[in-house]
Nanobody, 125 residues
């Protein structure tokens, strides 16, 4: 059983930065970050493939957020820069066991078998 533990998040003003981190107990093929705003569905933010480091981002965060991994620590970090109020939500770390040859498969929520408990990010205007 894979266990994911998220840390980071909090309250930040628009234009500021935050860092999220997720530690996984297992060895993933890919790790992703999703977020869910109140009253909305959970949406894809970013993902990284473990063996080659290829990344994929949602258009809404491209150029502002950066996802990175540490094999030694088995962690995946998400750097949130130039935050906007619409970035507010609960951010979830997710683990995909199976290698996806096509990067565009990474945003698919159903590909991720394990999920963290979520961490709150609130951006004030």
């Amino acid at each position: 059983q894979v266990r994911l533990v998220e840390s980071g998040g909090g309250l930040m003003q628009a234009g500021g930065s935050l860092e999220l981190s997720c530690t996984a107990s297992g060895r993933p093929a890919s790790m992703g970050w999703f977020r869910q705003a109140p009253g909305k569905e959970r949406e894809f933010v970013a993902a990284i493939r473990w063996n080659d480091g290829n990344t994929f981002y949602a258009d809404s965060v491209k150029g502002r957020f950066t996802i990175s991994k540490s094999r030694a620590k088995n962690t995946v970090d998400l750097y949130l820069n130039n935050l906007k109020p619409e970035d507010t939500g609960v951010y979830y770390c997710a683990h995909d066991t199976y290698w996806r040859p096509i990067l565009t498969a990474m945003p698919s929520r159903q590909n991720y078998e394990y999920w963290g408990q979520g961490t709150q990010v609130t951006v004030s205007s």
